[in-house]
């Protein structure tokens, strides 16, 4: 089945400063890439999602990368600001069963500091 | 996106007691997703739940423990049996969204177990 690595675990960075957070996945048949930010105590919100047939995805700060052949996507946040601090998720679908369901990264806690 | 609605939000239970949890969708989806989240940690899929027929577990989770129902299009139940404080956790529900794919969540049950 598939597998989700994420990297780092922890990023602390400067208002202002550009963080990025790296995945891999080890099967090459998915196809769909969300990423997800948790405030604390609230649900996972989706905030940018990527498709296989798509090498990059910008919304405003945030933008995901796609790498099919090495099998990695990265979440690149520009210009950060306090209220990005928060817990982010990555997950890669699998299709089993004759649906797709996500397989999550460990997640990455971000704190970006005034 | 689809308004999810869980209930309860939180509860605090006595070991050996079982616990469901309600999802309602305000719109008619297909596939329905359990997940648990553990203290600090990523989410895991417990199961799937696909309306007209019986949940599909993932590896580590039993219907025993995690009866699901899903009687309709819009709506679906999880119910933690036989309580531990090894079940405290915060468990959510996710629907697909127009890809197919699980993308949003409910806000939750915070479950407490003593």
């Known amino acids: 089945g598939e597998n989700v690595e994420q990297h780092p675990s922890t990023l602390s960075v400067q208002e202002g400063d550009s963080a990025v957070i790296k995945c891999t996945y080890s099967?090459?048949?998915?196809?769909?890439f969300p990423w997800y930010k948790q405030e604390l105590g609230k649900r996972p919100q989706l905030i940018i999602d990527?498709?296989?047939?798509?090498g990059e995805k910008k919304d405003q700060r945030i933008a995901v990368t796609l790498n099919k052949t090495a099998k990695h996507f990265s979440l690149h946040i520009t210009e950060t600001q306090p209220e990005d601090s928060a817990v982010y998720f990555c997950?890669?679908?699998?299709?089993?069963?004759?649906?797709?369901?996500?397989?999550f990264g460990a997640g990455t806690r971000l704190a970006v500091h005034p | 996106s689809a308004v999810i609605s869980q209930k309860p939000s939180r509860d605090i239970c006595q070991r050996g007691t079982s616990l469901t949890i309600q999802c309602q969708v305000d719109?008619?989806?297909?596939?329905m997703f359990w997940y648990r989240q553990q203290p600090g940690q990523s989410l895991t899929l417990i199961a799937t739940?696909?309306?007209?027929?019986?949940?599909?577990?993932e590896s580590g989770f039993v219907i025993d423990k995690f009866p699901i129902s899903r009687p309709n299009l819009t709506f679906s139940t999880l119910t933690v049996s036989n309580m531990s404080p090894e079940d405290s956790s915060i468990y959510l529900c996710?629907?697909?969204?127009?890809?197919?794919?699980?993308?949003?969540f409910g806000d939750g049950t915070r479950l407490s177990i003593l």
């Open positions: 996710s629907v697909e969204g127009t890809g197919g794919e699980p993308q949003h």
């Open positions: 099967d090459s048949a998915s196809n769909y």
């Open positions: 990527i498709r296989s047939n798509v």
């Open positions: 997950a890669a679908s699998e299709f089993s069963g004759g649906y797709n369901k996500l397989i």
């Open positions: 719109s008619q989806v297909t596939m």
């Open positions: 739940a696909n309306q007209g027929s019986e949940a599909t577990y």
